[in-house]
């Protein structure tokens, strides 16, 4: 069974920074993509950012220049460092990983989300 842990989130005011980790445990043969989505109340779950294991990014727009996607495949982590946060990021934040099993079995898992506030 895999588990991806997240931890990072909280309450920081506008303008301020947090950094999010996922670590993910268990038995696999190695983790493809890993990503940051989230949610906002009332709102459907969109994708932040990505990253392929040969560290190739993808940012959407609206956070581009402020946070950042990195991971450390030893340690089979992901992180997001947000930078110049917004009210309109809060959200509750989940991390997902493509997780490569062998025989041809990839599976897609998901972490059981942080809560990012920015508020004054």
């Known amino acids: 069974q895999v588990q991806l842990v997240e931890s990072g989130g909280g309450l920081v005011q506008p303008g301020g920074s947090l950094r999010l980790s996922c670590a993910a445990s268990g038995t696999f043969l190695s983790i493809e993509d890993m990503g940051w989505y989230r949610q906002a109340l009332g709102k459907e779950r969109e994708l932040v950012a990505s990253?392929?294991?040969?560290?190739?990014?993808n940012h959407v727009d609206s956070v581009k220049g402020r946070f950042t996607i990195s991971r450390n495949n030893a340690q089979n982590t992901v992180y997001l460092q947000m930078n110049s946060l917004k009210p309109e990021d809060t959200a509750v934040y989940y991390c997902d990983a493509v997780i490569n099993h062998g025989f041809s079995v990839v599976r897609r898992y998901w972490g059981q989300g942080t809560q990012v506030t920015v508020s004054s």
């Open positions: 990253i392929t294991y040969n560290h190739i990014t």
